[in-house]
């Protein structure tokens, strides 16, 4: 009795590839939109003069809102179709990126970059949804998505470009207005090369279900910024307690709903809780050390935006070369043990960073080998998930994986960001210089950039070293990020040495 023949699943040609290189234009404006802010940022509080808390909401606002409407995004899509979802988000981000360019308060800033969070939310999955469906051929398959992660480092290496020359010659909104152009490409050529029903799923989306996905991490959010500006109060504790019974309650509804906005079921599967639990600690380390280093090139060490950029650039670089060159090895080697080993590697980023005040060469080797070790995982994790979820779940599979990176991202920013803030002012309240007048002293407290700023108004007797003070606290906050970062890597790559175990075959 012979076997039957399986017929070879079809392969990609000219009109899928060039469909690819169109889908990496969202996921290049997704990182650049972060990227260029980070350099902006000097720029932009001097201008607006955000509080620290005002400062922080600027910068992890959009991630929250992509993370938070991540979900729901996918759900529409495999409801709707996913280029139906991915163009009408792409033009709502166009109009949210010339909202952002001509704020004029930190409240207007913060609120559009809240809308363009809830708009780049619907590109990603819908483009990792779209990929799935032109590319049959597993082979084919890993490497477009390979590719279209590859997007996300390009558009980190080209965002610290780009933002810094146009921070040379134009104001802080001009970082924005990049996404104008590139976004009306997308517009223009998707309805030709991007297939029209590439999402076949019938899920519907619960109002109460997006809602409480918004408000947990908002909630948990505000509580941890409030504890990093004041301390322990009632506000801060409560926040932070009304955020996880949200979550928990979220979690229960979704157990009895019969289309959830989040199938929790996907998680019964290793590979997809680990890849995507991962993804999560991954983006907290990555974004939450990006924005720490620009910052310090730029306030402690004085470089101009564009040569803060060039700094960062080799990053960018080595991540991309990890990215293909695990590409590689994955046919060779278990994803997972890429995924740990390089977890482990990038545990010499972290020593290099505690160097940080010998020179810009020890933070840039230091930041170069962290994201070299965990781009395993951006690369490999988001093939694992999208691997264990049927066709059908593919909009829901994909937000999931962005989900976890862009949350770990906003947690980043927010949790060791406030971390790294409330060290800066814990260091500033026990070596404020002498003579320095209470109103100065509570802005140098608050932010590098309010001790700056007040420093540049005292006589160079008392401001010179409230300057210096500031500078060492910062860095000292770098220091203690540097050491938070090692136990996360470590039980990182443990957690995802267990799954390889796990799955080794008998």
């Not at 109060?233 to 979704?254: M, S, Y």
């Amino acid at each position: 009795m012979s076997a039957a023949v399986r017929t070879p699943p079809e392969r990609a040609g000219a009109r899928e590839w060039i469909a690819l290189a169109v889908l990496g234009v969202p996921a290049v404006l997704v990182m650049m939109n972060m990227s260029v802010l980070y350099l902006a940022l000097p720029t932009l509080s001097a201008e607006l003069e955000p509080s620290a808390s005002q400062l922080l909401w600027i910068t992890d606002i959009y991630g929250f809102m992509v993370a938070g409407a991540l979900i729901t995004m996918g759900v529409l899509g495999d409801r709707l179709g996913h280029r139906r979802v991915l163009l009408t988000g792409a033009a709502a981000f166009t109009a949210a990126s010339l909202l952002a360019a001509s704020s004029t308060t930190p409240e207007m800033l913060i609120a559009a970059r809240a809308a363009q969070g809830i708009a780049a939310a619907s590109l990603a999955p819908s483009s990792l949804a779209v990929i799935r469906s032109i590319f049959r051929d597993p082979q084919q398959r890993t490497l477009a998505i390979t590719i279209w992660m590859l997007s996300f480092m390009g558009g980190g290496a080209v965002g610290v470009i780009v933002g810094g020359v146009l921070l040379e010659f134009f104001s802080w909104g001009a970082v924005f207005l990049v996404a104008v152009p590139t976004m009306a490409l997308l517009l223009v050529t998707g309805p030709f090369l991007l297939p029209k029903h590439s999402g076949g799923g019938s899920g519907r989306v619960d109002p109460l279900s997006v809602a409480m996905s918004l408000l947990t991490p908002l909630a948990i959010v505000y509580g941890i910024k409030q504890l990093a500006v004041d301390g322990p109060g009632l506000a801060a504790v409560g926040a932070i307690a009304a955020g996880l019974t949200v979550g928990a309650l979220f979690v229960r509804r979704q157990r009895r709903l019969r289309t959830p906005l989040l199938d929790l079921s996907l998680f019964r599967n290793p590979a997809f809780a680990v890849s995507a639990g991962g993804m999560v600690v991954v983006g907290m380390m990555l974004f939450g050390t990006s924005l720490l280093t620009s910052q310090y090139l730029q306030l402690v060490l004085g470089f101009s935006p564009l040569e803060a950029g060039l700094w960062q650039l080799p990053t960018a670089v080595a991540g991309t070369v990890v990215a293909l060159w695990v590409s590689g090895l994955a046919s060779r080697f278990q994803p997972a043990a890429l995924m740990s080993a390089g977890a482990a590697f990038a545990l010499l980023g972290p020593l290099l960073l505690t160097q940080a005040d010998r020179g810009p060469g020890f933070l840039v080797a230091g930041s170069v080998l962290l994201f070299a070790g965990l781009t395993p995982f951006m690369a490999l994790g988001t093939g694992l998930v999208l691997g264990a979820a049927p066709p059908e779940r593919a909009g829901a599979a994909s937000a999931i994986s962005e989900t976890g990176a862009e949350l770990g991202g906003a947690l980043g920013i927010a949790i060791l960001g406030s971390f790294a803030t409330a060290v800066y002012g814990g260091y500033m309240a026990d070596h404020m210089p002498d003579g320095v007048p209470s109103a100065a002293a509570r802005s140098a407290r608050e932010t590098l950039v309010g001790a700056l700023d007040a420093a540049g108004r005292l006589p160079d007797a008392i401001g010179v070293p409230l300057a210096e003070t500031a500078r060492d606290a910062f860095t000292h906050g770098v220091h203690v990020h540097a050491l938070v970062l090692v136990p996360l890597l470590v039980a990182l790559s443990l957690l995802t040495l267990t799954l390889r175990r796990r799955d080794r075959p008998d």
